[in-house]
């Protein structure tokens, strides 16, 4: 019996595949379409999401929210300005293996009140700026008597007494730094620098054979310049600079060794030794500039024209105001400093006034205090002409108040040259004062450049903002604010173009570039402001409402090809509290200074003086794309960072996510998905797998309402795809197996790659030329074959390089510098050879592209792709809809759906607006939107071969007028791309139909639904009489 019934259930599946082949083959095809930060400054920062280093004391472990402490919890720190800083008031520091197990204060109380110094990146966490992805935790101080820097040892009784010989066998300095990061040396040598001079008790060290080192203990030795020691750390590098660390074992030698200052020239210093003291004779100095901590940079140049940068630290003891006092620019000097390395390029290091010997004063000196107007100082330029000159300035009233120490003024005696700002920046660093808007001053102090918030390399990339250091501010009264330049109005921003001459004109009138620099620190204002997106640190992005900027269906501005938005205006706000998303808008007038940061002019606002905020129609999309039993559907959602760890993905946006797929997809049958990471986050322990990640999502689908997915992706090798330091991030999908099959192929390996044979792929899952080195630290595509109702389909999940090392539009690098799209194309070639490969084995072979391409649809990288026999749907849709994500007040398209052009007559494609242009508070679930595409994948006629239409569309948005937008609803990047949209290029074999570009396509009924019952019919009666048969039998 258990035979027989066997047979018969094999009999049936037979006749059911028959049945499905049947009924494929029946219907015809359907005609359709690292900084260095005080403790005290942090809280008050923008989060950057750069590497920076902090210091301050251990505290306690902090709950899940950082509101308290909490006794038992290994996961993080609460990092304090003091022992005793209250929970609320420290900052978050993530711990990770093997640092938790290092550091955490459950097992190691003893580090509790400790002072360290923390390195990792600049990110929110539990509400506040915080530190994610530590890298390193140092232990300065085993007292930690206070946060001060502690005064340099004279010695110590605790010193063991000098050695004639090293107990120890030494490695020679040379033989060390060309030796391999993170092995241990033991080396002897000679104290040459100041010891903390840059922190961390660090020195630099030259031994006998004339090489020398930094290093760096963290925590005090008790050596002084002079000492000769021997030490045992691990071998280092910090911004290309090599060091010695983690000193484990110490002690004083009697060794004797010169280190003689070796006098030398700008020219023959690359072939010096690093790390050992060098002099210049007859050197001018250059302009030079201060941060906010005071440390001083500059650069001198010799008789022969070389250049080189000098850096003095004001850990050193010596602050820019001190070296103000001995030199000045364009003084002649003799130079005495360390020669080191920072980034790649030489520096030099001195750490006392003894080292500046001034040889002749610069001819013309700064006057002792000249009277000026704020015109003066700013100058028609993007620098100051009074740059590091004492000046006094008076009739001047306070216009916005940063803090205790920065605010802004506007004189009250315009020079009436709009080239040059009325406006200015003051700093008064310990001067502390207590100016009210309203209040009219005189002061005095020094002209600077001053470099404000940014990313790591800013130095590179940023403008400076002109700012008088004050020494003296006296308040005479008060007196009315001058009236703003109302933007759009009094002053009309130059359309399309940025800057298009580099910098070689200041001219407001054409660059907008100049524009701002113009209006730099002077009260400007936005009427009846238009929101275009969601608030993100403390910033609203908005546009004038009598502007003329095309708005986008959720009443945002999409990024253009052929032109920048500059009518584009972002909001700095004190305290960005606000609940916004696009299309919201602001009746009545924003007022504030112009200021600079992260690469971008924006607008100081006090929050206390905005306009009513109104709520405009913007609601979140369901799309319009309805499922269908004999059509495909297939989704890409970029769900970012998604993990198992409930403390990087909360509850609540597991819920959302899976309530976006259930409802506002409609349960696709394929789902791509992005940025999925391993099952316990960013924890580094060597964790790969990401089965626990994937079945928290569908648990929540499920209780969503929605199917039972099957999860399936190619775990990568650790650490090797880039994304967070132990976060292993991949793609993967997901996908219905009552409707869909991975084809009974093997699945591949992380560094197997998948190929075409006969117009299949060898394998099931596999990943796309994964040991490439175009792919190191990328994530790998992954390519599935599915199998829907007999019919095969091959689908590409992507999520490409980032645009990381792209230059802002604002910044100083003109024409903008797009670093990260090179290897894009050299990804983006692989996979064009990959489909162009399948394509030509199979011209009716069904391929889908899709995922985070980390470019827009009218560049060059997908202009590769396309030429691999695919068409972006993205491209050939409404124009007013055409977005995924944004980013600095511009709607974009970094996702992406591509088709081989015989699908192009097949297809409805919908851009699902669910995140991108909403709020947290709005239910936005990721940073993306989700792209839907339905294909119809019964076999078509063969068509004759037909040049597909590559024109962009010609759809018109609504053009903003005013009125309030009534459109429905609806990584980093940072800089427009001017590049025009590759064309297609299809091989004959392909068979395309014309592309169409109507909006949401949707598949027709063929007027064959009734043929398909009967068949239906057909093959149930005849499998009902092999049933009776079988029993007869």
Do not use: C
């Amino acid at each position: 019996m258990k035979l027989r019934s066997y047979s018969l259930l094999t009999g049936l599946g037979s006749a059911a595949v028959t049945a499905g082949l049947l009924i494929s083959l029946s219907v015809a095809p359907l005609s359709i379409h690292a900084t260095e930060v005080a403790i005290e400054n942090y809280p008050t920062l923008a989060v950057t999401n750069a590497e920076v280093t902090i210091q301050g004391y251990l505290v306690a472990p902090l709950n899940s929210s950082g509101t308290a402490f909490e006794a038992t919890n290994k996961t993080n720190i609460g990092l304090g300005a003091s022992p005793t800083t209250a929970a609320a008031d420290t900052i978050p520091v993530q711990l990770r293996e093997p640092l938790r197990s290092q550091f955490n204060l459950v097992d190691h109380p003893e580090l509790i009140g400790k002072l360290v110094r923390i390195t990792g990146t600049s990110e929110r966490y539990m509400g506040r700026p915080g530190i994610k992805s530590t890298t390193s935790i140092q232990v300065l101080d085993e007292a930690s008597p206070s946060v001060e820097t502690p005064a340099e040892p004279t010695g110590s009784t605790e010193t063991p007494p000098a050695t004639e010989n090293a107990q120890l066998t030494t490695t020679p300095i040379s033989t060390v730094r060309a030796g391999n990061l993170g092995t241990s040396y033991t080396i002897s040598g000679k104290i040459i620098s100041a010891v903390n001079a840059w922190g961390g008790h660090g020195f630099y060290l030259q031994g006998s054979d004339g090489a020398g080192i930094y290093i760096y203990p963290g925590a005090a030795l008790s050596y002084q310049t002079g000492d000769t020691v021997q030490l045992t750390g691990t071998l280092g590098e910090y911004k290309s600079e090599r060091q010695l660390t983690a000193v484990s074992q110490h002690q004083p030698v009697t060794e004797s060794i010169e280190t003689p200052v070796l006098e030398t020239t700008i020219a023959q210093l690359p072939n010096q030794q690093q790390a050992t003291m060098v002099s210049l004779k007859g050197v001018t100095v250059g302009q030079i500039q201060s941060d906010n901590y005071q440390n001083s940079t500059f650069s001198v140049t010799d008789a022969d024209g070389q250049t080189i940068e000098v850096r003095l630290d004001s850990r050193s003891g010596i602050k820019t105001a001190d070296l103000l006092t001995h030199i000045n620019q364009g003084d002649k000097i003799n130079l005495t400093a360390v020669l080191s390395t920072f980034n790649g390029k030489l520096q030099l290091k001195p750490f006392a006034l003894s080292h500046f010997e001034v040889v002749e004063k610069a001819s013309t000196q700064p006057s002792q205090t000249e009277e000026v107007t704020v015109g003066q100082i700013q100058g028609a330029s993007h620098r100051s002409p009074l740059v590091d000159k004492n000046v006094s300035l008076k009739n001047a009233v306070v216009t916005y108040v940063v803090s205790n120490t920065t605010f802004y003024v506007q004189d009250h005696t315009p020079d009436s040259d709009p080239k040059t700002s009325d406006g200015i920046l003051i700093y008064t660093d310990s001067l502390k004062t207590n100016v009210k808007v309203g209040d009219q001053v005189s002061l005095s102090g020094r002209v600077e450049e001053y470099l404000g918030r940014g990313y790591a390399e800013r130095e590179d990339t940023d403008l400076t903002i002109t700012q008088i250091r004050a020494t003296e501010v006296t308040v005479d009264g008060t007196a009315p604010i001058p009236a703003p330049i109302v933007l759009g109005l009094d002053r009309i921003i130059p359309a399309d173009i940025i800057d298009n001459d580099g910098f070689a004109q200041f001219d407001p009138e054409q660059d907008a570039l100049d524009f701002w620099e113009s209006l730099e620190g002077m009260v400007v204002a936005v009427d009846d402001a238009k929101i275009l997106g969601p608030l993100k640190n403390k910033e609203i992005y908005v546009t004038p409402a009598a502007g003329q900027l095309t708005l986008n269906k959720v009443g945002g501005v999409n990024l253009r090809p052929d032109g920048n938005n500059t009518n584009i205006i972002p909001l700095l706000l004190k305290n960005g509290k606000q609940i916004v998303k696009s299309g919201d808008y602001f009746t009545g007038r924003i007022a504030g200074p112009v200021t600079y940061s992260y690469t971008n002019y924006k607008v100081y606002v006090d929050d206390s003086t905005l306009p009513p905020l109104h709520e405009g129609t913007t609601q979140p999309e369901t799309t319009t794309i309805l499922p269908s039993e004999d059509k495909l559907t297939i989704a890409s959602y970029n769900i970012e960072n998604f993990s198992a760890n409930s403390k990087s993905t909360s509850d609540a946006k597991v819920q959302r996510i899976a309530k976006s797929f259930v409802a506002d997809l409609h349960s696709p049958d394929i789902i791509g998905l992005i940025e999925v990471q391993d099952n316990n986050g960013a924890t580094n322990d060597g964790t790969t797998d990401a089965s626990q990640s994937a079945a928290r999502l569908i648990a929540a689908i499920q209780a969503a309402g929605g199917p039972a997915y099957t999860y399936v992706d190619i775990a990568p090798e650790n650490n090797k795809d880039g994304g967070q330091e132990g976060g292993n991030i991949r793609v993967g999908f997901l996908y219905n197996a009552n409707r869909v099959s991975l084809s009974d192929k093997p699945i591949g390996t992380a560094t197997q790659a998948v190929v075409w044979e006969n117009g299949e792929l060898n394998l099931s899952l596999g990943r796309i030329d994964p040991t490439n080195s175009a792919w190191a630290a990328v994530r790998k595509t992954l390519a599935a074959e599915f199998v829907f109702k007999g019919e095969k389909v091959v689908v590409l999940a992507n999520h490409l390089n980032s645009k990381r090392g792209d230059n802002g539009l604002y910044g100083k690098i003109q024409p903008v510098s797009l670093q990260s799209e090179a290897k894009r194309h050299a990804l983006a070639q692989i996979l064009s050879d990959f489909t162009k490969t399948g394509l030509a084995q199979n011209p009716s072979a069904n391929v889908v592209m899709l995922g985070d391409f980390n470019d827009f649809e009218f560049t060059q990288t997908v202009g590769i792709l396309e030429a691999g026999g695919m068409a972006n749907l993205v491209s050939l849709h409404d124009a007013a809809d055409r977005f995924s994500y944004f980013y600095n007040g511009n709607n974009q398209s970094l996702d992406n759906i591509l088709v081989s052009t015989n699908l192009l007559d097949r297809y409805a494609f919908d851009m699902v607006h669910v995140n991108s242009a909403f709020m947290e508070e709005h239910g936005r679930a990721s940073d993306h939107d989700p792209l839907l595409v339905q294909l119809d994948l019964a076999k078509s006629v063969t068509t004759t071969p037909t040049e597909p239409n590559t024109d962009q569309p010609t759809d018109t948005a609504p053009t903003n007028t005013g009125e309030t937008n009534k459109g429905q609803n609806g990584k980093n990047q940072t800089e427009t791309e001017k590049e025009t949209k590759g064309s297609a290029t299809v091989s004959s074999e392909t068979n395309p139909a014309p592309i169409k570009t109507s909006r949401k396509k949707i598949l027709p009924r063929t007027g064959q639904e009734g043929s398909f019952v009967l068949i239906s019919l057909g093959l149930l009666t005849l499998a009902l009489n092999l049933f009776k048969k079988r029993n007869r039998s």
